[in-house]
């Protein structure tokens, strides 16, 4: 199986940026669908942003206007740019990739990477 490796996370101040990467230990096809999921302490895994194959974008409402989601198809990578982080972003974010065939939804996911805003 395809592994996914995460990095860019860490301790900041708020109002602090980051860039976080995903990237694929081999070679994966069909992908339909990258993204990143985060999760805090006690909290649900909740999706943060996605990229569809045509290039559309959701982010949650919470995330909207301060990260960004971006993809490099020749290395197989999603990154993830995380501005004006607030305490409330702390958690640990994993990166994500979906594939759809006649058998159903295939998800891939990273080990993830923490994130946390304090002051």
């Known amino acids: 199986q395809v592994q996914l490796v995460e990095s860019g996370g860490g301790l900041v101040q708020p109002g602090d940026s980051l860039r976080l990467s995903c990237e694929a230990s081999g070679s994966i096809a069909g992908i339909n669908v990258m993204g990143w999921y985060r999760q805090a302490p006690g909290k649900v895994r909740e999706l943060v942003a996605s990229?569809?194959?045509?290039?559309?974008?959701n982010y949650a409402d919470s995330v909207k206007g301060r990260f960004t989601i971006s993809r490099d198809n020749a290395k197989i990578a999603v990154y993830l740019q995380l501005n004006s982080l607030k305490p409330e972003d702390t958690a640990v974010y994993y990166c994500?990739?979906?594939?759809?065939?006649?058998?159903?939804?295939?998800?891939?996911w990273g080990q993830g990477t923490q994130v946390t805003v304090s002051s």
């Open positions: 994500n990739i979906v594939r759809f065939s006649i058998r159903g939804r295939s998800d891939i």
């Open positions: 990229l569809t194959r045509d290039g559309s974008t």
